[in-house]
């Protein structure tokens, strides 16, 4: 069956040069099964690197990783009043303070322009207030900013913001342990080239090698995918392969179904021949459910082994094309 193949050296390559930028302060942003790669494999191998800190999106995530990692945030949780003890959950509005467990520990997410999650800046003093009065563990603060992959004003605007914040919360806390504060995510981390000061740094897709603004970060892709081979024919001249026929050969030719479609997380391709491989071969015909066919090169055939050439031919982000690969593929490091 199709398999995702993990590039060990180049992800510890990564880790590396992330950690040393951030001078070891990182959180690993491993939700949505690390962004498709595999969150349990790496966050094992991640620890055995020394990566402690992990952020997910939710309790069920956060249960897998606990025997690699020592410190978890949730990102997205829905406050209920049985919050654990063991993980750090991300405060998203003022109302989550009221109904979370007292005792609970908390990262507090600051708006600070994005508009989309957070303590708004005129709610830091009645935040503070809450926390103190419903006995909850105050261990940090974060934002994420909105436009840090466009050139303009507003990573400046929240990064002061931000600033102003964490001043705050300082004035207004007693805590004998030193808080965490972590506002800069991938795109900001690469942006940044001043330091970072006392904060962590909390990076996804960086980790994975998909670098956007630092090129001298040399930062590697992690994941190739492969699928296998389920046939091959000859495909007469005249002949189409595949629903609707929509490719037709103009010459006799050698063609194979490998095991992978858009019921494997592809995005669904139904054209004539212009969508490539990583071998530069054309995808053949309407991409199925379970596969896809192009030219036979062997028993394996490399589908990608780096999302931005299928994100620029579908028109979105590497994001996309990588978290939408099903948790049900096999995955190995290489």
């Not at 189409?240 to 037709?248: D, E, L, M, R, S």
Request: hydrophobic share 40%; proline share 1%; aromatic share 10%.
């Amino acid at each position: 069956m199709a398999e995702i193949r993990l590039n060990k050296k180049n992800y510890e390559h990564n880790l590396r040069v992330i950690s040393k930028k951030a001078s070891g302060r990182v959180i690993l942003v491993l939700k949505s099964n690390a962004y498709g790669h595999g969150a349990k494999l790496l966050a094992k191998t991640a620890s055995e690197l020394g990566f402690k800190f992990c952020a997910v999106k939710n309790e069920q995530e956060a249960y897998e990783l606990t025997q690699y990692m020592q410190e978890i945030l949730i990102l997205s949780h829905i406050f209920n009043g049985s919050e654990k003890d063991d993980f750090i959950y991300a405060v998203n509005s003022l109302d989550d303070l009221k109904t979370a467990k007292s005792g609970t520990k908390i990262h507090l997410k600051i708006d600070t322009l994005m508009h989309r999650n957070g303590i708004d800046l005129s709610e830091i003093d009645t935040a503070l207030k809450i926390i103190k009065e419903r006995n909850l563990q105050l261990l940090g603060a974060f934002t994420h900013f909105r436009s840090a992959d466009e050139m303009n004003a507003d990573y400046f605007v929240q990064k002061q913001n931000f600033m102003l914040v964490k001043a705050r919360i300082k004035e207004q806390t007693d805590s004998k342990d030193e808080l965490v504060f972590h506002s800069h995510a991938s795109a900001a981390f690469e942006r940044n080239l001043s330091g970072f000061d006392d904060e962590y740094v909390r990076v996804g897709m960086a980790q994975l090698g998909y670098a956007q603004f630092d090129k001298n970060l040399e930062l590697k892709p992690v994941l190739s995918l492969w699928a296998r081979r389920i046939s091959a024919r000859t495909l007469k001249a005249t002949q189409g392969v595949g629903y609707g026929a929509k490719f037709i050969a103009q010459k006799d030719m050698a063609v194979a179904t490998y095991d992978i479609g858009y019921g494997g997380g592809l995005l669904r391709y139904g054209g004539q021949g212009e969508l490539l491989l990583a071998n530069k071969k054309p995808m053949l015909g309407k991409m199925s459910m379970d596969s896809f066919s192009c030219e036979d090169v062997g028993e394996w055939v490399c589908v990608f082994d780096d999302a931005r050439s299928w994100a620029k031919f579908f028109n979105t982000i590497e994001y996309e094309i990588l978290v939408k690969l099903s948790p049900f593929i096999d995955r190995k490091w290489v």
